[in-house]
Every structure is written in C-alpha cells, then in structure tokens.
C-alpha cells in the first residue's frame, strides 16, 4: 500500500475527512465554530496548509495549520480514519506538518489536545518532542520548536 501527503485544495475531501473528525465522542470541544470553519478553510488556514494522505489515492487522513504570528502556527485536525490506524501515518502526517510550517518560516507550532480523548496522540506528540506548556479542564497546550527538529 502506498501512503503519500499532499497538500490539497479539495474541499469536499477536506471537509469530509474533518467531518468524520468531528463525530469523535468526547472530541466536541475541539469543534467550537466549525461550521463557519468549513464554509472558510481559504481564509481560516490562511497562511498555513491542509495536508491530506491517501493511501493508493483514497484520502485516509488529514491536518492542517493556520498562522497565528510570523513564527507561529496552530497544528489542527490531526485524524487518521479508524480503519487506517496502526500503520505510522499519524507520524508521517505529524512530520509533513512541521516540515510544512517550517518550509513556509514559522518557528513553532502549537496546539492543544485532550489527552483523556486522543491518548495514542498525545503519546505520539511527546515521543516526536512536542512539549506540554499547559493543562486546563483537560485541554492540553503543546508546542514544538520547529528550528531543533530533523
């Protein structure tokens, strides 16, 4: 099976694959304004990317970043569809990324999760150097200094 990450510009793959996100039981916090989230993705990742991977050209996972500053981005909607979990993508989404926001001159990227909901994730962050800077309500702040990484 071949995997490759690209960016895309497909909306109705993007927004399918961030819908399927969405359903997550106990991911609805991370879903605040999403519809107006959908009916924008040019103008809310403006400055950033959506990368999606497809796996033998089915699009099977996605994430994406948005500009915050000039040296910094906000990692969102990290997903990988249940069926195709298990076999690294999550890694290879997660370096496309930063390799990404680094390619575009940002400095680091931030996000939060909610270890509680996305355990394997957050596990995934740590070991690829993402550090936790905070924790509220369960709501994990992370960051990674994209000018230390390989």
Known sequence: MAFKVNECSDTEVIKALFTEYSHIKGAESCFVSFDKELNDLEGFYSGGAILVGFEDDEPVACVA?????????EGKRLFIKPENRG??????????????????GFKEVVFTTKPEVMRVGYGLYKRMGFEELSEDNGIVSMRIDLCGIK
């Open 87 to 104: 076999k690294g993508y999550a890694r290879i989404m997660i370096k496309a990324m930063t390799d990404k926001a680094s390619e575009l």
């Open 65 to 73: 970043f948005r500009k915050i500053n000039g040296e910094t981005c």
